[in-house]
């Protein structure tokens, strides 16, 4: 059984920071590009950022320079630092796994992130 589980969101103040934790498990971790996805009320879920299995990141233009995707294959966690938090961050943010080799993908369930003074 394939689980995403996301944790670390919160309600900050503007420009303060959050970590949030994915860790997945009942899947080849190392193999997948792992990505942050977030959605907020009444609109489209949006790609925050990918990071490959090799380490490789890319990030939306609207969070470059302020978040940073990390991962612990090891551990089987992927890692979204973000910094300068706007309130236009605030949003459900969601994990996903994808493997392009078995065409699977998967998503957790989401942790909601406020930014609000």
């Known amino acids: 059984q394939v689980q995403l589980v996301e944790s670390g969101g919160g309600l900050v103040q503007p420009g303060g920071s959050l970590r949030l934790s994915c860790a997945a498990s009942?899947?080849?971790?190392?193999?997948?590009?792992m990505g942050w996805y977030r959605q907020a009320p009444g609109k489209e879920r949006d790609l925050v950022g990918l990071?490959?299995?090799?380490?490789?990141?890319n990030y939306a233009d609207s969070v470059k320079g302020r978040f940073t995707i990390s991962r612990d294959n090891a551990k089987k966690t992927v890692y979204l630092q973000m910094n300068s938090l706007k309130p236009e961050d605030t949003a459900v943010y969601l994990c996903?796994?994808?493997?392009?080799?078995?065409?699977?993908?998967?998503w957790g369930q989401g942790t909601q992130v406020t930014v609000s003074s």
């Open positions: 996903n796994a994808a493997s392009t080799a078995t065409n699977r993908n998967y």
């Open positions: 990071i490959s299995s090799l380490g490789a990141t």
């Open positions: 009942g899947i080849f971790f190392g193999r997948y590009t």
